[in-house]
């Protein structure tokens, strides 16, 4: 390994050792990896300790179609068609599957590479499994690359084995306390993302990572995002919203548009969302 690779893997040794929940600083920790190993798109699905999915962060847009046909027919069921599922992964004795795995016919032909990998510019991959000492299972971290890049190289892949350790640790210690926002908050460099809603509150037109972003601010609540906003905005002409959660704290704000007048009085109202993730501070 190189000196710059060392130092690249000594960063992102330091996210996993950060005191908070590993679905904050994950984000990170993908985009950092294509400066360790240059990838399309990373992948970290979370699961239980039988080895069933609980969550999971790509990077990128996700297609709510694809996404949906993926969990209704392929997950755990058609995907073995092509490679092993990802449950019987988890559960397997290997810490590393090669992508020259997939360099096979049977997975090219397969409904899996055809309906759900290739139309998300997806074709080759290294997935390496996260288990504790004990054998249970804690999740799988995946680096793809798109149809006519290179498949990755056995030494590529070997440069992913020294983060095993420190991954594990992190994802084996998610009981302790985490201290996240306790040393503060701060916007994420990422863009704000914008939605726009309709009078009816559904949402017409989004930015690229908006529904993502917003997916994240909803997981654990009781009551969506959106909803309760629209219920701080009722009457109001603005509101804002601040969501603590696993992924972060995550601030959205209403904000009521008045048609303009050459619009014509019968024209439809709308409300723009502005959704900013923050991060603590020690992570930022």
């Given at each position: 390994m190189s000196a710059k690779q060392t130092r690249q893997l000594a960063h992102l040794r330091d996210l996993c050792a950060l005191p908070l929940p590993s679905a904050q600083w994950m984000p990170e920790l993908l985009a950092e990896l294509h400066r360790l190993v240059p990838s399309h798109r990373n992948l970290f699905d979370w699961c239980d300790g039988d080895g069933r999915l609980t969550r999971y962060c790509i990077e990128g847009p996700?297609?709510?179609?694809?996404e949906r046909l993926y969990f209704d027919e392929f997950h755990n069921r058609r995907e073995a068609e092509a490679m092993p599922s990802?449950?019987?992964?988890?559960?397997?004795?290997a810490l590393l599957h090669s992508?020259?795995?997939?360099d096979t016919a049977r997975f090219i032909h397969s409904a899996l590479y055809h309906e759900i990998w290739r139309p998300q510019g997806l074709r080759w991959r290294v997935e390496l499994l996260l288990r504790e000492a004990c054998g249970r299972p804690l999740g799988s971290l995946v680096l793809y690359r798109a149809p006519g890049e290179p498949c990755f190289t056995p030494a590529e892949e070997a440069r992913l084995l020294p983060l095993l350790p420190h991954l594990v640790r992190a994802l084996g210690s998610e009981s302790a306390a985490h201290r996240a926002g306790k040393d503060g908050w701060?916007?994420?460099?990422q863009a704000p993302e914008t939605l726009l809603l309709d009078a009816g509150g559904a949402v017409v037109h989004a930015s690229s990572h908006a529904l993502v972003s917003l997916r994240q601010a909803d997981d654990g609540q009781a009551v969506p995002?959106?909803?309760?906003l629209l219920q701080a905005c009722a009457g109001r002409d603005a509101a804002e919203l601040t969501v603590d959660g696993i992924w972060g704290r995550f601030v959205l704000r209403a904000q009521r548009l008045r048609a303009c007048t050459a619009a014509g009085p019968g024209s439809p109202a709308f409300m723009a969302v502005q959704l900013q993730r923050h991060e603590p501070r020690s992570l930022a």
């Open positions: 996700i297609d709510t179609r694809i990802f449950g019987s992964a988890l559960r397997g004795p992508a020259r795995e997939l701060q916007p994420s460099l995002g959106l909803t309760r």
